[in-house]
């Protein structure tokens, strides 16, 4: 059972996400919130899965409560929703430790797989908007960079391993990187494992961040 609670400051917004996840065996909406504050507070007692998150509330936002609920080292995992394609708020949300994010308009199936993958420890992102959100990372992360600006982290990693976090921030999946450096896709998930435990990432969109900050993937890279 994957519990979930609901986060977004429109009560019928609430009681649509509601109504689908109580109709899908195996999903439990354990709560709602209608603020930030109430966010914190209630993932706080209820300790669910899943919190799915909107970014922008009166009051404290999406943001602030998913870095609150981030910082408290917990179980659950953040989704945030929003209804904008690019929204500026959606890479500071990632920064601030969600596990992806998804947009209101997407299909029932899309959603219900993306709380499935946050709630076991993967991470989601809007296909759409793979593409669009690594260009923002490349414009916000300042230019320059090698990779080899001594961060502890990095000199942890194996050079097979330094590979796979370089394909992560490119954001190829599991069965493509297999498929580049002739892998088993059982060995690269092990290999993956690693490279988050090592630079200490929650998840692959965490990976993501890492790389582009220190400079070890852009968009369009070979």
Same mark, same amino acid.
């Given at each position: 059972?994957?519990?979930?609670?609901?986060?977004?400051?429109?009560?019928?917004?609430?009681?649509?996400?509601?109504?689908?996840?109580? #109709?899908? =065996?195996?999903?439990?909406?354990?709560?709602?919130?209608?603020?930030?504050?109430?966010?914190?507070? !209630?993932?706080?007692?209820?300790? =669910?899965?899943?919190?799915?998150?909107?970014?922008?509330?009166?009051?404290?936002?999406?943001?602030?409560?998913?870095?609150?609920?981030?910082?408290?080292?917990?179980?659950?995992?953040?989704?945030?929703?929003?209804?904008?394609?690019?929204?500026?708020?959606?890479?500071?949300?990632? @920064?601030?430790? *969600? #596990? /992806?994010?998804?947009?209101?308009?997407?299909?029932?199936?899309?959603?219900?797989?993306? %709380?499935?993958?946050?709630? &076991?420890?993967?991470?989601?992102? *809007?296909?759409?908007?793979? @593409?669009?959100?690594?260009?923002?990372?490349?414009?916000?992360?300042?230019?320059?960079?090698?990779?080899?600006? /001594?961060?502890?982290?990095?000199?942890?990693?194996?050079?097979?391993?330094?590979?796979?976090?370089?394909? %992560?921030?490119?954001?190829?999946?599991?069965?493509?990187?297999?498929?580049?450096?002739?892998? $088993?896709? $059982?060995?690269?998930?092990?290999?993956?494992?690693?490279?988050? #435990? !090592?630079?200490?990432? @929650?998840?692959?969109?965490?990976? &993501?961040?890492?790389?582009?900050?220190?400079?070890?993937?852009? =968009?369009?890279? =070979?």
């Amino acid at each position: 059972m994957t519990t979930v609670l609901v986060v977004d400051d429109q009560p019928l917004q609430r009681y649509g996400f509601r109504m689908l996840l109580d #109709s899908v =065996p195996g999903t439990d909406v354990v709560g709602e919130a209608a603020h930030g504050t109430e966010a914190v507070r !209630k993932t706080a007692e209820l300790r =669910p899965d899943v919190v799915l998150m909107d970014v922008r509330m009166p009051g404290m936002d999406g943001i602030e409560a998913t870095r609150r609920i981030v910082a408290t080292g917990g179980r659950s995992r953040v989704l945030v929703l929003t209804t904008f394609d690019l929204d500026e708020y959606v890479h500071a949300a990632l @920064r601030a430790g *969600a #596990s /992806g994010f998804l947009l209101k308009d997407a299909r029932p199936e899309e959603l219900l797989a993306g %709380i499935r993958a946050v709630a &076991v420890g993967d991470a989601v992102i *809007a296909p759409a908007l793979t @593409r669009r959100l690594l260009h923002e990372f490349a414009r916000l992360v300042p230019p320059g960079g090698d990779g080899s600006d /001594g961060d502890p982290r990095l000199g942890a990693l194996t050079d097979r391993e330094r590979e796979i976090l370089v394909a %992560i921030g490119r954001g190829w999946t599991n069965s493509e990187i297999a498929a580049r450096f002739v892998l $088993s896709e $059982s060995t690269v998930k092990t290999h993956v494992g690693r490279v988050l #435990s !090592k630079i200490g990432a @929650r998840d692959r969109v965490q990976a &993501v961040i890492f790389a582009y900050d220190h400079g070890l993937a852009r =968009p369009h890279a =070979p």
